[in-house]
């Protein structure tokens, strides 16, 4: 199969299952990262449209994180059973399934007549990221030819890409022409499903001898129930500390850009769609480093090496506000990649299982800071959020009680 990624893979060739396990699916990642872009694109407008909602329902902070609450605690809760079910019997075809979820909640947020439907809204779309998520990390690293840490990179920059897309396409198009334009993205949510009925396709030809193929070649330092458990606990810890602070830019960033500075609500979802960008290339990079030196160091230098930026931030001025949120953007992103798979090398062949509890605890994280968050902006003001939560990355320094792992494969 060729190694070079083409630009939309709606065609996969698929391998013999006798392919060397080194041998990197480039198309299968591409596609995959490809509809993991439009999956996340989608998600990231409901957020990126908040100052709409909130002026249309007149609604308080409070319901504004109830919404990022709804949808994240649902993916959390999901996530982890769909992981655990697919681990035992995988279901290629759940992936366009779950997109089909994400298209529903898409439309009923365009149509929503109150807060309520909004809420199921995101029910919806948090049911489809509990679905799509684990079974596509499995994906990415079934076909990642043993460089876990690339494939899980591409796999998510293509999520973060689309995160960072949502902003932008909210000030072009759903500000000017109102909320029920977002209903013409259902199309990408269609393109998806396309896309994601091939990668079903390849999938459930390969997964059980190239599953085999790959713990074969995993050799990985054995380590005590406890200490697994305490490893588990320390980046648990992490992802709190990542996406309670991911929360406060995410959901209130354009908030705070508007109470501070006085910017409109286009010029805020710019400079949105500029920290998360700066997230996307993050993303891209932690995974290979990760593959190269060791998954610790990455997220030791990823977590507790933004802390300095992260306490300036209340304290500049617009300009510098934009440069510091891209520079926690791209350091911080860089995390995730290496702690999922320094998880999933923790307790090998529950590929399922530990990408469904990470992404689901990242979810969780995320909607109870943007509730928690949302209930202090209301009591405090906005800029209070900025400068209690600037000390959240000092948590890093539990990194250093990691157990240092063997790598698998190539990575």
Avoid at 16 to 36: C, E, K, M, R, Y
Avoid at 54 to 62: G, Q, V
Avoid at 157 to 172: E, F, I, Q
Avoid at 182 to 194: C, D, E, K, N
Wanted: aromatic share 10%; with cysteine.
């Amino acid at each position: 199969m060729p190694t070079r990624a083409p630009t939309l893979p709606l065609r996969i060739e698929p391998a013999t299952t006798d392919d060397p396990v080194h041998d990197t699916q480039f198309a299968v990642l591409g596609g995959i990262s490809f509809a993991h872009m439009l999956n996340d694109m989608i998600q990231s407008l409901i957020l990126a449209i908040y100052p709409l909602l909130k002026n249309s329902f007149h609604l308080s902070f409070a319901q504004i994180g109830l919404i990022t609450l709804t949808y994240q605690v649902i993916a959390s809760l999901l996530q982890p059973l769909v992981g655990m079910a697919t681990d035992r019997r995988p279901k290629p075809y759940s992936l366009p399934t779950g997109m089909g979820f994400t298209l529903c909640g898409l439309l009923l947020v365009a149509a929503a007549p109150n807060f309520p439907v909004l809420l199921l809204a995101a029910a919806l779309v948090g049911t489809g990221s509990a679905v799509f998520h684990p079974e596509s990390s499995r994906v990415a690293r079934l076909a990642s030819g043993g460089r876990h840490g690339l494939a899980q990179s591409l796999f998510q920059v293509g999520g973060n890409t689309g995160s960072s897309l949502g902003p932008l396409l909210a000030a072009w198009i759903i500000v000017p022409y109102g909320r029920g334009s977002m209903a013409w993205f259902s199309l990408a949510a269609l393109l998806a499903i396309v896309v994601l009925l091939q990668i079903g396709r390849w999938y459930g030809q390969h997964h059980v001898a190239r599953s085999r193929s790959s713990a074969r070649h995993l050799t990985i330092v054995p380590l005590s129930r406890n200490k697994v458990i305490g490893a588990l606990v320390i980046l648990g810890l992490l992802i709190f500390s990542k996406y309670f602070y991911l929360a406060s830019l995410s959901s209130y960033y354009t908030f705070y850009l508007i109470h501070k500075f006085g910017v409109s609500v286009q010029s805020a979802q710019v400079h949105l769609f500029a920290f998360l960008f700066a997230v996307a290339g993050g993303t891209m990079i932690g995974g290979p480093i990760g593959d190269r030196i060791g998954r610790k160091w990455v997220i030791w230098v990823s977590i507790l090496g933004v802390a300095p930026f992260t306490l300036l931030l209340p304290h500049a001025n617009l300009m510098w506000t934009g440069v510091l949120s891209v520079i926690i953007g791209l350091i911080l992103a860089s995390a995730f990649s290496a702690i999922l798979v320094y998880a999933q090398e923790l307790i090998p062949g529950r590929v399922g299982m530990i990408s469904g509890l990470f992404f689901g605890f990242a979810f969780g994280m995320g909607g109870i800071g943007a509730a928690v968050l949302g209930q202090l902006a209301d009591l405090h003001g906005i800029e209070y959020v900025y400068r209690l939560c600037a000390y959240l990355p000092l948590m890093g320094l539990i990194t250093v009680f990691l157990p240092r792992l063997e790598r698998s494969g190539r990575s």
